[in-house]
């Protein structure tokens, strides 16, 4: 994915080890879009979201919900 958008900034989530495992990445320079991906396939899918489906993917995260 990195190649088809160059211009894409992706955050490490702080909640990822220390070590380079389970990381999530984030990039929240996409208008009107949330991307998440797992750093240790930089190629591989991402998930989209609203802001609003976002606030509540994570919402219902720190709840326990999810």
Same mark, same amino acid.
């Given at each position: =994915?990195?190649? @088809?958008?160059? *211009?894409? @900034?992706? #955050?490490?989530?702080?909640?990822?080890?220390? /070590?380079?495992? *389970?990381?999530?990445?984030?990039? =929240? /320079? &996409?208008?009107? &879009? #949330?991307?998440?991906?797992?750093?240790?396939?930089?190629?591989?899918?991402? &998930?989209?979201?609203?802001?609003?489906?976002?606030? /509540?993917? &994570?919402?219902? @995260?720190?709840?326990?919900? @999810?």
């Amino acid at each position: =994915m990195e190649s @088809i958008h160059p *211009d894409l @900034i992706w #955050i490490k989530s702080s909640y990822s080890g220390p /070590n380079g495992d *389970d990381c999530v990445e984030v990039v =929240m /320079n &996409l208008p009107g &879009l #949330i991307a998440v991906r797992d750093s240790k396939d930089p190629a591989g899918p991402m &998930l989209t979201f609203s802001p609003t489906a976002w606030n /509540n993917f &994570l919402a219902g @995260i720190r709840s326990g919900e @999810i």
